[in-house]
Every structure is written in C-alpha cells, then in structure tokens.
C-alpha cells in the first residue's frame, strides 16, 4: 500500500497504459480519477476496479490539448477526491500512417495531445498546487 491516501488523477486512464497505471495505483491503495475522451464505458470499468479494491474513483472526461477541459478535470478531482497528490500525463495518441501521408490536421492532434496536453495538465495542476498553498 505504498500509495495509501493518495489522490491521482491519470490521463488517457480508459485503456492500455493508462488502465494499468489506474489499476496498479489503486492496489497501492491510491483514489484515482480515471480521465478519458472518447469511450466513457471503458473509463466506468476502470472506475469499478479502482472501487473493488477498496478505493475511491471517479471518471473525468476531457481532452488534454484543451485548457478548459484540463481546469475542469482538475476542479472535479479536487472537489469530489481532494487534493490531487499525483498526476500522470499519460494521454497520446498515434497516427499509423506513412510519414509522407500525414496531413497538417493529423500532425498538429498528434503534436496536441502528446505535447501540448502534457504541458497544459502540468501548468494546471502546478498553478492550482500553489494556489492552494
């Protein structure tokens, strides 16, 4: 239980990575908010494992790349969990198509969510920890 008490709020926590890091965190006695964009089903399941281990969860749509989405997902988690003592940058996204196929629209989502989303969730959340004391 070396999580025990902590709160997480973990992007892209639907499925593949982020799924294992939320289920992980949890039977390390963590609460998480389990982020997601697209497919609220597969962010319910997850939030049911996390509350079969005993812990709390709730599920937090919102896009990484847009900054009224990260606020919100910040002020939900600290309202219903508390305060947010890790956050995990996990959300990405890939395109599998040939390099010289890739449009600009294609190119500047990947480079918004992989890059931009890591940056905006961290500037968020910091801006809030210091806020908050």
């Given at each position: 239980m070396r999580l025990k008490g902590k709160i997480a709020l973990i992007t892209g926590a639907g499925r593949g990575i982020g799924r294992g890091i939320s289920e992980i965190f949890a039977?390390?006695?963590?609460d998480v908010?389990?982020?997601y964009v697209e497919n609220l089903e597969q962010a319910n399941q997850v939030a049911a494992f996390v509350r079969d281990k005993g812990r709390r969860a709730i599920v937090v749509k919102g896009d990484v790349a847009?900054?009224?989405?990260?606020?919100?997902?910040?002020?939900?988690?600290w309202k219903e969990l508390g305060p947010i003592d890790i956050l995990v940058n996990n959300a990405g996204i890939e395109t599998i198509i040939p390099f010289?196929?890739?449009?600009?629209?294609?190119?500047?989502?990947?480079?918004?969510?992989?890059?931009?989303g890591e940056w905006l969730c961290s500037q968020v959340y910091c801006r809030r920890v210091i806020a908050e004391g």
């Open positions: 039977e390390e006695g963590a908010a389990v982020n847009k900054r009224a989405d990260v606020e919100a997902m910040v002020d939900k988690t010289l196929e890739i449009t600009d629209d294609q190119w500047t989502r990947i480079n918004d969510v992989n890059l931009r």
